[in-house]
């Protein structure tokens, strides 16, 4: 293991590289620290700082850029503990920065993977105790100490000749680290894992298709489970007082040709509610049976207690890549309520009383190709959404459009090319559109929305703050702060590279600041003031 350490007197700046973060601590976040990929375990993205405010968002300007070598396209979100910033980008190296000015404290650098075989991008580290872990291209998680950035250990999630890496940001529980792995598509079988945050011993193992003679394996036809796919390749959430850890799994596999796996094909599509202490399946709600477009159901799982049907309620909504927005209850995993929060949508008519889509036959892919909406994209996709106590709003960047889905007739392979057994086509003069939008978190009806122009993919997550705002990012590099109540833009800026990441706040030293990672840099702003 490589690493090199800036050499620099720790103490000059005052940072407390020693401060350790504790279960309390990640229970009940300080808002002027970011300690979770989703700032906390709700994955609301909602920050109590209001510092910067609708009154003075204009005066918002750049605080300091740190830019990371050898990168395209950062997907990180920054953990930040008292004044220390943590950052990752895909080749495995993570850095620790001084959040006030950007300065580089430590950096550790990864054994690099062979040549050829590079697997996507990192998104971000956990924090507990005084360590940092995150996950690795050949599926390893590791653990660092924060003070200085020495390895202390790593652990196999899965085998990654097998073709499995690991992108996201790790779940710090209590003693426990929670991840997952990728990919799902190419055949593989996603797992989520529980270690030791102390030895990095493997706790549990939840496998996302269950094997012959366990619950659910009745949903896959022959043995077509054995490559079923079900990657976990997003975050989840948590519940302490429930102990319940809430995670999305992936689509099946192949993609597209349900003919050689039919059935329901549990547990890819789902919504998924673990015991942290054993791993033992509590629950789960599958939002696309039998899925042959690709709509993976990873997305951030945001929790919220809220009145519903006149008494207060465990929620568990998810924007679905499907194109329905869903209200669950989250102790049990009963449906509540459904509705779509696209127009184009041509897959289903609706939803049953349980929550279960009412197919349009013959909507899905053909060998002579059929027109899908939503795209294989999704409707939404990985980044982040937000939601905002103040508004009672649900904020989320979604993808409007469709695309000619064709089902391709050669064997499927595990682990091969064409994993996916399909191909898509642009369905001609109708451009992919992507919209920040504000939905009614409880009837998921549209409030407010806002057309990202030129934008023809997904891109970056949103950020909600008691400030009244709203923060999102574009693909072409635009980071804009909207009125969180009514969409009016508020201040933009252009950065000039695109946004692919999911911002977040903290402050240090009276002061707070928005970040977000650009293209190959991580942007820090904060309010101008005359002397700085």
């Known amino acids: 293991m490589r690493r090199w350490v800036l050499l620099c007197c720790w103490f000059s700046v005052g940072l407390s590289v020693n401060a350790q973060v504790t279960y309390q601590n990640l229970k009940k976040a300080n808002p002027h620290n970011w300690l979770a990929y989703s700032g906390s375990y709700t994955s609301q993205r909602y920050s109590l700082l209001n510092q910067i405010d609708v009154g003075n968002v204009q005066r918002l300007v750049p605080a300091w850029i740190f830019h990371a070598q050898k990168e395209e396209k950062l997907e990180c979100v920054p953990i930040v503990v008292n004044g220390v910033m943590y950052v990752t ?34 998104r971000g580290v956990a924090v507990y105790g005084n360590r940092v872990y995150f996950t690795t291209q050949d599926a390893f998680l590791v653990a660092l100490d924060a003070r200085t950035g020495n390895f202390l250990w790593r652990s196999k999630i899965a085998e990654a000749k097998e073709g499995y890496w690991a992108p996201a940001a790790p779940l710090a529980l209590n003693g426990k680290i929670i991840t997952g792995v990728a990919p799902g598509d190419y055949g593989m079988i996603g797992v989520i894992v529980a270690f030791d945050a102390t030895t990095g011993k493997q706790l549990w193992r939840w496998s996302a298709v269950p094997k012959p003679g366990q619950p659910g394996n009745d949903t896959w036809a022959g043995d077509s489970w054995k490559q079923g796919g079900g990657d976990t390749w997003l975050t989840g959430s948590y519940d302490p007082e429930l102990n319940l850890i809430y995670w999305g799994i992936g689509n099946p596999a192949p993609d597209f040709n349900g003919d050689v796996r039919k059935g329901d094909n549990l547990y890819t599509d789902c919504m998924v509610a673990l015991d942290a202490d054993t791993g ?44 329905f927005y869903y209200v669950l209850d989250r102790t049990n995993g009963k449906f509540l309520h459904g509705t779509p929060f696209v127009r184009e949508l041509n897959w289903a008519s609706g939803l049953t009383k349980e929550g279960r ?56 392979r595990p682990g091969g090319y064409p994993y996916d057994a399909t191909g898509v086509m642009e369905v001609p003069n109708a451009p992919l559109q992507t919209y920040v939008r504000a939905l009614d978190l409880t009837t998921g009806k549209l409030q407010w929305e806002y057309k990202l122009i030129g934008a023809r993919e997904y891109g970056a997550g949103v950020l909600s703050t008691a400030g009244g705002l709203l923060f999102a990012g574009s693909p072409q590099g635009s980071f804009i702060a909207f009125n969180a109540k009514t969409g009016k833009v508020l201040w933009h800026f252009n950065t000039g590279q695109g946004i692919s990441a999911s911002p977040m706040t903290y402050s240090f030293r009276n002061k707070q600041y928005v970040t977000v990672a650009a293209g190959s840099d991580v942007m820090a702003f904060r309010l101008f003031e005359a002397s700085q």
């Open 89 to 122: 980008q895909e080749a495995g190296v993570v850095y620790a920065l001084d959040a006030q000015t950007g300065r580089l404290i430590w950096s550790y650098h990864y054994p690099p993977i062979p040549p050829g075989e590079n697997r996507g991008s990192n």
């Open 280 to 323: 033992k399946l509590k629950w789960y709600f599958q939002f696309t049976p039998h899925d042959t477009a690709d709509w993976d159901a990873v997305e951030i799982p945001v929790l919220v207690d809220r009145a519903f049907d006149g008494g207060m309620r465990k929620l568990l909504v998810q924007a679905d890549r499907n194109g």
């Open 357 to 412: 889509p009412i197919r349009i036959p013959g909507v899905e892919a053909s060998l002579e190709g059929t027109k899908v909406c939503p795209s294989v994209d999704g409707a939404t996709n990985w980044m982040s959404p937000a939601y905002s106590p103040e508004t009672g709003y649900f904020y989320l960047e979604a993808l409007e459009g469709c695309q000619l889905q064709l089902k391709a007739s050669q064997t499927f």
